[in-house]
């Protein structure tokens, strides 16, 4: 199954990425909650987040702590939400919301804009505080 998500992994639709592993991909949502909004997917195209192999589920999420780790040490906020939802693409894939109020983790709220050149420096900046 090709989603949006395999394009991005693939390289044929480009992402502002934050880290890839063999098995993760993380990567700024383009239309994000909050400034920081973050992907992290498996490279496995699985439909649903429950259906990953158990491993795999586990690694999944200590891979989104390491990302949410860099996030925070970049975004000022109070916590990083993680929220599991998506129907729009059949790839599991985990949001992780950089909060300062809760209306950051609602999906229905108006998004923050950002700039091509604000995108590339947070991802940049991101990254380097990945260990």
Do not use: W
């Not at 395999?6 to 992402?15: A, F, L, R, V």
């Not at 992290?40 to 989104?64: C, Q, R």
């Not at 609602?106 to 940049?124: G, I, N, Q």
Request: overall charge negative; hydrophobic content about 45%; some cysteine.
């Amino acid at each position: 199954m090709e989603t949006i998500f395999t394009k991005i992994i693939n390289g044929d639709i480009p992402s502002y990425k934050i880290a890839e592993n063999e098995k993760f991909y993380a990567f700024l949502d383009i239309n994000p909650n909050a400034k920081g909004h973050t992907l992290v997917i498996p490279k496995t195209p699985v439909d649903k987040l429950f259906d990953l192999d158990e491993a795999t589920y586990s690694a999944l999420f200590s891979y989104a702590r390491k990302i949410s780790f860099a996030i925070e040490k970049v975004v000022p906020c109070n916590r990083i939400g993680l929220s599991v939802i998506g129907l729009e693409v059949p790839h599991a894939h985990i949001h992780l919301i950089p909060l300062n109020s809760m209306q950051d983790a609602s999906f229905s709220a108006p998004k923050t804009k950002m700039t091509h050149e604000e995108f590339v420096a947070l991802a940049e900046e991101i990254a380097e505080n990945v260990i």
